[in-house]
């Protein structure tokens, strides 16, 4: 079936280090979205991506679609506290058009 | 802040019990939605209920059954719910219609425990 592989499931970086997760997709995707969820809180919209090589910025994270729209990233520069939590990728599924979530990565700051 | 308002925010109940949550956006949206959410999982659809009427039920079990009164308003009805069924039960509202246009405003989730 469709699906949407995120790697890594982890990512312990100390302040001030850069973070990357990457996405993976089994099929071409319309779009794909990522959200972020706080520990103990709900998923927050970040960011839409819909076009080929579609590269997009928000102050310290910078986001990326593949040319086949197939794969995506998600960079975050110089990490913060702030930017604790989980990073979920998710793109429509093929059949009813219903989010696929990746497994999500988990950002955890190194005291 | 949320502009999808859920309660409540935490829930014990037993396995014989009835109880329900409760999800209300007032942005316009006309698509809604029940996912459940296990620790250290993603968000996992439940059903979708479009323009008030119910399209996607994800095969979820009949001890749950969801209801929209009106576009603002979700509710999800749990009876005779397991242990397993324990976890953060979230409300999102979106897009025009089920068609995944946009993104999902999430409300801050139930979090349900079975006894």
């Known amino acids: 079936g469709q699906q949407v592989m995120q790697i890594p499931q982890y990512q312990h970086v100390q302040e001030g280090e850069d973070f990357t997760t990457y996405c993976n997709s089994s099929?071409?995707?319309?779009?794909i979205q990522w959200y972020k969820q706080r520990p103990g809180g709900h998923p927050v919209f970040l960011i839409q991506?819909?076009?080929s090589g579609e590269v997009k910025k928000q102050k310290r994270l910078t986001f990326q679609f593949g040319e086949a729209k197939k794969n995506s990233s998600l960079h975050i520069t110089a990490t913060q506290t702030t930017d604790v939590g989980t990073y979920f990728c998710?793109?429509?599924?093929?059949?009813?058009?219903?989010?696929?979530w990746g497994a999500g990565t988990k950002l955890i700051i190194k005291p | 802040d949320t502009e999808v308002t859920q309660t409540p925010k935490h829930l014990v109940m037993g396995m014989t019990n009835k109880k329900s949550l409760k999800c209300e956006q007032h942005?316009?949206?006309?698509?809604m939605y029940w996912y459940k959410q296990k620790a250290k999982k993603p968000p996992e659809l439940m059903f979708v209920?479009?323009?008030?009427?119910?399209?996607i039920n994800e095969s979820v079990p009949s001890r749950f059954s969801p209801e929209c009164p009106n576009s603002s308003l979700l509710n999800l009805h749990l009876h005779a719910l397991q242990p397993e069924d324990s976890a953060l039960y979230l409300c999102?509202?979106?897009?025009?219609?089920?068609?995944?246009?946009?993104?999902?405003?999430f409300g801050e989730g139930s979090r349900l425990t079975v006894l």
């Open positions: 099929t071409t995707l319309s779009n």
């Open positions: 942005m316009g949206h006309r698509a």
């Open positions: 999102a509202s979106g897009g025009v219609g089920f068609l995944n246009t946009g993104e999902l405003f």
């Open positions: 991506l819909v076009k």
């Open positions: 209920y479009s323009y008030e009427k119910l399209s």
């Open positions: 998710a793109g429509p599924r093929d059949s009813n058009y219903q989010l696929i």
